[in-house]
């Protein structure tokens, strides 16, 4: 699980820490105990890191300063994306929060089963994925549920671009679903289970499943590139 921010890299080890990273030699610049095993790449904004450990514990340190701010083993946490100069974080118990890196609540929405994936935010909407295949769409500014709909289930978390909410099942098909007009664009079966994220750039989507194809695609209309 890694990111990268200031210069340096941060990789989240099954060994209970974060370690910061010099990508100039690849040498240790610090290291921070976690609670538990870190699996999800670590989150920065804004001056802080915020990194989640297996135990669903969320916590935060200062960079470039070096020094652990704060630990909160009650989140629960499951993904957490930046939205401005706070975050989105999902949690275990099925809930959608709004926090400030100093860990002040703004928000919650509830869902009735836990995520299974990391929010995406896009378009003033943030949308994630519970364990029954429900995607919930959230109002960012208010909290307020906007809709949602059933799939099969998700493992890799979605990407949006261009008002487009790319969904992967993972039985393998990936939709284009317009967050406007809530309806599928397009739909492309993938031929393998997917566990991995698409990636939008330009007008592309790229993708990978266990058939060990990567497929580019258009965005607007699914074909093949």
Known sequence: ALTAAEGFFFVGLPSEEVR???????????????????????????????????????????????????????????????????????????????????????????????????????KLQACFVTQEGWVHSVDVTTGKGKFKMQLGPIAATPSAKDGILLLPERSGDLHAFHLEKREVKWSYDLEGALWASPICWGNYVYA????????????KTGDDV
Not at 31 to 36: E, L, Q
Not at 59 to 70: E, H, I, Q, R, V
Not at 208 to 219: A, D, E, F, H, K
Request: proline share 6%.
């Open 20 to 122: 910061v990273l010099r990508p100039a030699d690849g040498g240790t610049q610090a290291r921070f105990a976690a609670p538990d095993e870190v699996s999800v790449a670590p989150l920065y904004v804004n001056g802080h890191m915020l990194f989640i450990s297996r135990d669903g514990s969320l916590s935060a340190l200062a960079w470039l300063k070096g020094t652990m701010l704060w630990s909160d083993p009650d989140v629960g946490a499951v993904g957490a994306v930046a939205m401005g100069e706070n975050v989105l974080v999902s949690t275990q118990s099925g809930s959608l929060e709004h926090r400030s890196v100093l860990n002040e609540l703004f928000w919650k929405y509830e869902a009735e089963s836990p995520a299974t994936t990391p929010p995406v935010a896009h």
């Open 208 to 219: 990978v499943s266990w058939s060990n194809v990567m497929r580019c695609l258009s965005l």
